[in-house]
């Protein structure tokens, strides 16, 4: 029971964190969102590592394992995550974080296409409802934005992150191989800080923030791969597997609820079943995965 409510609570973190990630997003840009964001996370998920006693862990990192977690952590959190961002910024956290977290879709066809896995009815039922919800989500999206905002963009944006999250995920499966999980965490996040960030917009801009931007981008990163990831690597290492991934699936139904509640977005009935669509196409494609 405690690792199902761990799980449920990691992907209303993740919804909670699109959102503020939005909130940011009408003042900064991604690349800043994404700098200062990181420190905090950083910061938390080596204090974790060191609380859990497993700081030695680090002194035995080959360097292979470093290239490969580098590699996987720059796809995912910062080329993925800048185009979450775009995404998120452009349409919406409602119609964005769907889109976004179907990359279970482009998971199950890595391992169908390049592992020579079967095609199951699982997969098969997940893939047409996945694909139905986005084209869903996706067909109103040029309706329910503003002038100011760019409906295409954001849908490729978000379907990016998709791709660069799947291929991230495939990664990090072969580095959990031999790696714990919470080492793991901890080594990623300071690649965060690697982006560049001299220029001279990026260094007016930074002047510029006010602290409710800066409370807001640190709490952003904070909750959603701080808190989000601890509690769902614990509810991972209590519960089984396939009870725990169709759950973390949900953050798509949690961000849509607080994006109507707090961040007061047009939501259509169409986007609503699409994002129901791919919650449960999302559930269906972990399930297969984890049922391999």
């Not at 910061?43 to 680090?58: E, I, R, T």
């Not at 998120?88 to 020579?116: C, E, M, N, R």
């Not at 905002?149 to 791709?163: D, F, Q, R, S, Y």
Request: glycine share 6%; charged share 10%.
């Amino acid at each position: 029971m405690l690792g199902e409510l761990l799980t449920i609570t990691a992907a209303l973190c993740w919804a909670f964190g699109a959102s503020l990630y939005k909130k940011s997003l009408l003042n900064v840009r991604p690349v800043t969102l994404n700098l200062f964001r990181s420190f905090p996370a950083t910061f938390y998920a080596f204090l974790v590592l060191y609380l859990l006693g497993k700081w030695s862990l680090l002194y035995e990192l080959d360097m292979t394992s470093l290239v490969y977690i580098g590699f996987s952590s720059l796809l995912v959190l910062v080329v993925g995550d800048l185009l979450y961002f775009t995404g998120l910024k452009s349409v919406g956290v409602a119609k964005t974080v769907p889109v976004a977290y179907s990359y279970s879709i482009f998971v199950a066809l890595i391992s169908v296409i390049f592992l020579g896995e079967p095609i199951t009815a699982l997969i098969v039922l997940g893939t047409v409802a996945v694909v139905s919800g986005i084209w869903l989500v996706a067909s109103r999206a040029e309706n329910e934005v503003s002038k100011k905002e760019h409906p295409k963009l954001g849908i490729l944006a978000a379907l990016g992150t998709a791709l660069c999250w799947a291929c991230g995920v495939a990664v990090f499966k072969i580095i959990l191989a031999n790696t714990d999980p919470f080492l793991l965490a901890s080594v990623r996040m300071p690649f965060l800080l690697i982006l560049p960030f001299g220029t001279k917009s990026s260094t007016r801009q930074t002047r510029r923030l006010t602290r409710f931007d800066i409370i807001t981008m640190s709490l952003s990163g904070l909750v959603a791969i701080g808190f989000g990831d601890t509690f769902y690597l614990i509810g991972l290492q209590t519960t089984k597997a396939n009870v725990v991934a169709p759950l973390a699936s949900t953050t798509p139904l949690f961000a849509a609820i607080i994006a109507i509640l707090f961040l007061k977005e047009r939501i259509s009935k169409r986007v609503v079943v699409g994002t129901f669509l791919v919650t449960a196409g999302i559930m269906l494609l972990t399930l297969e995965q984890m049922l391999l």
